[in-house]
């Protein structure tokens, strides 16, 4: 039987963990909730709970802000990101079934 804590996706995590972990303010965390680049899940309570995988995305944009990027600027990387990753996986579908039109890659 898998375990919570073997799912990236399981919400275990508080934001002072989450703060504590990558070193930096919990305000920040928070902060990437209000403005809508990462939205954990909320716990009964209504508490702040992040998943391993949400911890690693806190982390990239922590990366992009030392960069000098802006919140605005970032959740838009990250949308572009996420659209050329369900783009790619529509392509490779495509390709399997063998009706893909135009090759786009060599």
């Known amino acids: 039987m898998p375990l919570a804590f073997d799912d990236e996706h399981a919400p275990m995590f508080s ?5 504590e972990m990558l070193g930096v303010q919990p305000a920040f965390v928070r902060r990437l ?3 809508q680049v990462v939205q954990p899940a909320r716990s009964v309570g209504g508490q ?3 998943s ?4 690693h995305r806190v982390e990239q944009v922590s990366s992009m802000a030392d960069e ?3 919140l605005t600027g970032i959740r838009r990387i990250l949308a572009l990101e996420a659209e050329v990753r369900d783009l790619e996986e529509q392509l490779a579908r495509e390709r399997g079934t063998g009706r ?5 890659t060599g």
């Open 48 to 50: 702040r709970r992040y």
């Open 100 to 104: 893909s039109r135009t090759p786009l």
């Open 33 to 35: 909730d209000t403005e």
């Open 15 to 19: 934001v002072s963990q989450v703060a």
């Open 52 to 55: 391993q995988a949400e911890i």
């Open 68 to 70: 000098g990027h802006n």
